[in-house]
């Protein structure tokens, strides 16, 4: 190290030196201990003359200059040595400085380079398990900790951690730390006693992530203290890496909204496309259908269809589920239905019924669901049905009380087999038949109560004289008011069929 | 709602208390893959705690009902509150499932069938 920086300052000791020859030294050395680190000597020295004067004048305690002047002695000789060894600590000494700093400056610029690549590195992952390891890796090493580690709540878990390289510090430490960095908002810096458990000294800085401590930023190193430059930028890179899961998180929830979204009109889309829009003109009927979609589409439909020689045939359908698999279920069902009504010979709807459930068996049960359906078919005042699974159906002679027509089989993809038979009712003028789906009856208020049956039974019974369109509006009408102010949870469905 | 399970020999045991609806159901789903993953699982499902119960949730139902009988076991229900039977009877699901009043009698089941 020494002989290093005298090395660099050659040429200034070197001109002490010859100023020493020029007035008549023959020797200059600068010695360490006892071993010359430098020496200078004129051309004449060799043998060493006995009257030579012998200067010495300490650097430090263990280096010194030597000077040796042959003959005559110089006045001052020995203070201007002592003055020049002093120059020569100075310069050792400032040196020293310098290689102090310039190794600083090294480790600052490369501290700074590690930040910018932390910011590089990380700005590009939506992932967050991805951007949680890269911020535990990058950390690690700008704090010199032997393992970093990144902890993370996400909503209705508990929180889950990412170590780099490997998990140094017990799960059982690691909480009671997040915990009391959570609880205090301040960073966890392990005490003696814990260090002597855990194996490893540790630091815990709390994150805020949208303002709730829901983070942390931990290190861990086996040997060494957290120092204070080593907290302060622990918790300068807490800050940073809490505005990079902020980014990822909020980024994620754009994107799961917008994907919502998407699913969203693509239902809607599929629903609204199939559903007719406008019911056929049969004689001795008067017809109205229509379907309100919630919010987050459900599986709702309802389908009329006429073709010559064969019955008017409808269907109202329900698949259990919500969004685009139960828009695409249904889309499925419905097309299904409408393929099997217009064979030849028409099959009865509980013929329908049982061919379509053979046929979508396999696909209900693929995605978990399945579809109540209400088929029938009309033909001069003959109405034929069959219910699999579907409610409510409620039907009211024009001389009687309304009732709910149950089903006889299960739902579309509950069982290999269907039980749904078929089931006639003379249909007269008056008579009338309301096909709705569960989104009306489980329609809920504010105290969470359901609309339920018998309120839709003894409201048909009061708008039976009604023309169809203005009994579907009016219970459209009573099931809104009942459930006003709260979200519409599933679709609503309705089908009007009254004899004229 | 509140999911409780116990196994009396063989037989998976889930009681649920509360709402058994959309928001509900992924737990029950989870509880009933989970416990027909490695066999023919026979699960008696209480829900003498629920008073409420949408289409998601009984489809939750159906699916488990049909993958323990896949693989040769069944899901069988219990102890319905009137609300729940009327759904479950409205829409012919007591055709699908065997239903018993008591937990006890349904647990039996399973060694008489």
Redesign the interface.
């Known amino acids: 190290m020494l002989r290093q920086i005298l090395t660099r300052n050659h040429n200034q000791i070197k001109a002490i030196a010859e100023a020493w020859f020029s007035s008549g030294a023959n020797y200059f050395g600068v010695l360490e201990n006892e071993t010359p680190l430098f020496e200078f000597r004129t051309r004449s020295t060799g043998d060493i003359e006995l009257t030579q004067q012998l200067l010495r004048a300490p650097i430090d305690s263990n280096v010194r200059v030597e000077v040796r002047l042959p003959g005559l002695v110089i006045s001052g000789a020995q203070t201007r040595l002592s003055a020049e060894a002093n120059l020569i600590a100075q310069v050792i000494r400032l040196s020293t400085n310098l290689e102090g700093l310039t190794a600083e400056l090294i480790d600052t610029q490369d501290q700074l380079l590690a930040i910018y690549n932390l910011t590089q590195g990380t700005r590009h992952y939506i992932d967050i398990e991805k951007l949680l390891k890269q911020l535990a890796k990058e950390t690690a090493e700008l704090v010199r900790a032997d393992s970093a580690f990144v902890v993370l709540e996400m909503p209705g878990q508990s929180y889950f951690v990412e170590h780099y390289p490997e998990k140094m510090l017990d799960d059982r430490y690691l909480d009671l730390a997040y915990r009391s960095a959570r609880q205090t908002g301040h960073p966890y810096l392990s005490s003696e006693e814990l260090r002597t458990k855990a194996l490893v000294n540790f630091l815990l800085v709390p994150i805020r992530i949208l303002d709730e401590p829901s983070a942390a930023l931990g290190f861990t190193k086996k040997t060494g203290d957290f120092m204070s430059p080593d907290m302060k930028l622990a918790q300068a890179l807490a800050e940073h890496s809490g505005a990079q899961i902020e980014n990822v998180l909020l980024y994620k929830k754009n994107l799961d909204q917008m994907k919502l979204q998407t699913e969203l009109e693509l239902a809607h889309q599929v629903q609204l496309n199939l559903l007719p829009r406008k019911p056929p003109h049969i004689n001795g009927l008067d017809l109205w259908a229509a379907s309100r979609p919630a919010l987050q589409v459900g599986g709702d439909f309802f389908d009329f269809q006429q073709k010559k020689g064969h019955p008017l045939s409808f269907a109202v359908g ?1 698949i ?3 969004g685009l698999p139960a828009a695409l279920l249904m889309s499925m069902t419905r097309t299904a239905i409408r393929s099997k009504a217009n064979d030849t010979p028409s099959p009865s709807p509980g013929d329908i019924v049982s061919e379509v459930n053979e046929e979508l068996y396999d696909d209900f ?1 693929d995605v ?3 579809a ?1 359906v209400f088929v029938g078919q009309y033909n001069h005042r003959h109405l034929i049905y069959a219910n ?5 159906v409620i039907y009211r002679p024009v001389r009687g009380e309304a009732r ?1 027509l ?6 579309l ?3 290999p087999t269907s ?1 749904s038979q078929d089931h006639e009712l003379t249909f007269q003028p008056g008579d009338l038949l309301v096909v709705g789906t ?1 989104g009306l009856n ?1 329609t809920q208020n504010e105290k969470q109560e359901m609309f339920g049956y018998d309120r839709l039974l003894d409201l048909v019974n009061t708008v039976s004289d009604f023309p169809a369109q203005e009994i579907g509006q009016a219970l459209y009408q009573a099931v809104t008011s009942f459930g006003a102010g709260e979200p519409q ?2 679709d609503q469905t309705l089908m009007v069929i009254k004899g004229i | 709602m509140d999911l409780q399970s116990k196994s009396i020999d063989n037989i998976k045991v889930l009681t649920l208390t509360g709402r058994f609806d ?1 928001l509900t159901s992924p737990k029950v ?1 989870s509880w009933l893959e989970d416990v027909s993953k490695n066999q023919p699982a026979q699960i008696v499902v209480n829900l003498s705690g629920v008073n409420f119960i ?3 949730a ?3 139902l ?2 488990g009902m ?1 993958r323990a009988r896949q693989a040769g076991g069944d899901l069988r229900l219990c102890k319905l509150q009137q609300p729940v039977r009327m759904i479950i ?5 007591d ?2 499932f065997e239903i018993f009043p008591g937990e006890e009698e349904t647990v039996q089941s399973f060694s008489a069938s």
Do not use: C, I, Y
Request: net charge negative.
């Open positions: 329900d259990s589920g919500k049960t978990n669901m399945f109540t699999a699974g579907h409610s409510p709910l149950e089903a006889d089989g299960t739902a993809g509950v069982l039980f569960d489980e949870f599933d | 959309a789903q949408d289409s998601t009984l489809s939750t159906v699916a049909k009877e409205l829409t012919r699901l055709k699908a």
